[in-house]
């Protein structure tokens, strides 16, 4: 399955089935965040048949149900643009894996995070089987979230991939440009709109295989 097509498939989903992830599954994700943090410098953290972080007012609040599974993205202020793009990276390798995810920034109890002095808890992931496989999100037109000197194949394919990226509470508060054939990519104002950016970017970079400055 191409990548394009894990987006396509991939909606968020907070009301999981109360099912073990398999063995071999927490192995392979154990491994895949061991490169993640090692290349980002980030400290993402796994945690396998933990309820406590969703059993809370504010978990029951968001309508997550049987989140026994999450992953929690550590790191400093400045590193909230590499906590979406590698956050994402993550998530849709689970989604190709048949786990289903949400990000989650506020409607979560305490994790199990250990965090150093001068880091902080960035964003979560729940993770699991899901009941359904969620619903598309509305989005923007590529014409609302990008301009470019000139049409270009690769441009509009990681434009494509951009429509389909999770946003928090669906803002899609970025702009994307192509000038003189470098794309370049920035945040406008909103909530977790770094963390967003750096969603948007990993979706055009992987699906377009061109690099946003």
């Not at 394009?4 to 073990?20: A, C, D, I, T």
């Not at 301009?147 to 509009?156: E, G, I, P, R």
């Not at 440009?177 to 104002?189: C, D, I, Q, V, Y």
Request: proline residues 2%; positive net charge; glycine residues 8%.
């Amino acid at each position: 399955m191409n990548i394009l097509q894990v987006m396509k498939e991939r909606h968020s989903v907070r009301q999981y089935k109360n099912q073990p992830i398999k063995h071999e599954t927490k192995a392979e994700i154990r491994d895949l965040i061991s490169e993640i943090n090692a290349e980002s410098g980030l400290q993402m953290q796994i945690f396998f048949d933990e309820p406590g972080c969703f059993d809370s007012f504010m978990a029951h609040y968001g309508k997550f149900k049987n989140v026994s599974n999450y992953i929690a993205i550590v790191g400093t202020k400045e590193q909230q643009e590499k906590a979406g793009y590698y956050g994402e990276k993550l998530v849709l390798k689970c989604q190709e894996m048949g786990l289903n995810t949400c990000w989650v920034a506020m409607t979560h109890g305490k994790t199990q995070a250990k965090i150093e002095k001068g880091k902080k808890l960035l964003i979560v992931l729940s993770l699991g089987y899901g009941e359904t496989q969620g619903v598309p999100h509305k989005s923007k037109s590529i014409s609302e979230l990008s301009k470019a000197d000139q049409n270009t194949d690769w441009f509009t394919r990681g434009m494509e991939a951009v429509c389909l990226a999770p946003t928090a509470m669906n803002q899609q508060k970025f702009m994307f440009e192509l000038k003189n054939g470098t794309a370049t990519a920035r945040p406008l104002s909103g909530f977790y709109t770094k963390i967003d950016l750096g969603i948007a970017k990993y979706h055009f970079e992987a699906a377009s295989g061109h690099e946003v400055k």
